[in-house]
């Protein structure tokens, strides 16, 4: 067998370490991570009934002009134009798709409503005979 001798740190410095690592760790996620800081705008309310999902969203300052929407499947996107005064970019998924064709949106006085129709399920079961 054989035995080294080692020098092994002190646990005062195993701690001062551990505390400038973390330091270093923390200044990297800050600013790597600084976009997410931003406030993401939640909305005025939420309701479901039973063929639509209702979403109220507080957009002062922007005009219908300026705000575009994206339904794909069941996530609907919400982004302002590049030329708007105030940025605007979030999405909101939903537990069942969308239907882009039973859907509506109003701006009134810088309330933004979504009535969005729930995508109806067909019964896709195809009876097979037997031979």
Same mark, same amino acid.
């Given at each position: ?43 005025? !309310? *939420?309701?479901? +009934?039973?063929?639509?999902?209702? %979403?109220? #969203?507080?957009?002062?300052? =922007? ?40 859907? !509506? *949106?109003?701006? +009134?006085?810088?309330?933004?409503? %979504?009535? #969005?129709?729930?995508?109806? =399920? ?10």
């Amino acid at each position: 067998m054989f035995y080294s001798i080692t020098n092994r740190p002190s646990r005062q410095s195993l701690h001062a370490s551990a505390a400038l690592d973390n330091a270093a760790l923390q200044a990297f996620l800050e600013s790597t991570f600084s976009v997410l800081k931003q406030e993401i705008p939640k909305p005025a !309310s *939420a309701d479901e +009934e039973d063929n639509i999902f209702k %979403l109220v #969203l507080d957009v002062p300052g =922007l005009t219908r002009e300026q705000i575009a929407i994206a339904i794909e499947a069941d996530v609907v996107r919400i982004s302002s134009n590049a030329d708007a005064p105030r940025k605007l970019n979030t999405a909101y998924r939903f537990p069942t798709e969308i239907n882009a064709q039973n859907s !509506s *949106a109003k701006l +009134e006085n810088g309330v933004l409503t %979504l009535s #969005l129709g729930k995508q109806v =399920l067909a019964n896709k079961v195809v009876k097979l005979d037997i031979n």
